[in-house]
Nanobody, 126 residues
């Protein structure tokens, strides 16, 4: 059984930064694609960013470009989401998602991912 373990959420003032981490636990798991989604109260889950483990291609939602950066550490099998210039509208539960299938479909779609973390709360105060 594979679980994704997230960490790094919390409360930050507008303009501040946070770094989220995500790592698989359980059986050996070879990540092909890892992504971050978020869900604010009363809203649908939305794509934030994704990264391919081989080649390191990255993908971002337009509203996050220039403020958020997704990265990975292959040796630690861990993904990161660096969030800068945070805004109150970034407040949400952030979910890590991963898949072992390199050609599993669009990285922007939640249905593409097999494994999900439990979510970590990010709250940005004004």
């Amino acid at each position: 059984q594979v679980q994704l373990v997230e960490s790094g959420g919390g409360l930050v003032q507008a303009g501040g930064s946070l770094r989220l981490s995500c790592a698989p636990s359980g059986r050996t798991f070879s990540v092909a694609v890892m992504s971050w989604f978020r869900q604010a109260p009363g809203k649908e889950r939305e794509f934030v960013a994704a990264i391919r483990w081989s080649g390191s291609s990255t993908y971002y939602a337009d509203s996050m470009k220039g403020r958020f950066a997704i990265s990975k550490d292959n040796a630690r099998n861990t993904g990161y989401l660096q969030m800068n210039s945070l805004r109150p509208e970034d407040t949400a539960v952030y979910y890590c998602a991963a898949d072992q299938n390199y050609l599993g479909g669009s990285v922007y779609l939640a249905r593409r991912y097999t494994y999900w973390g439990q979510g970590t709360q990010v709250t940005v105060s004004s």
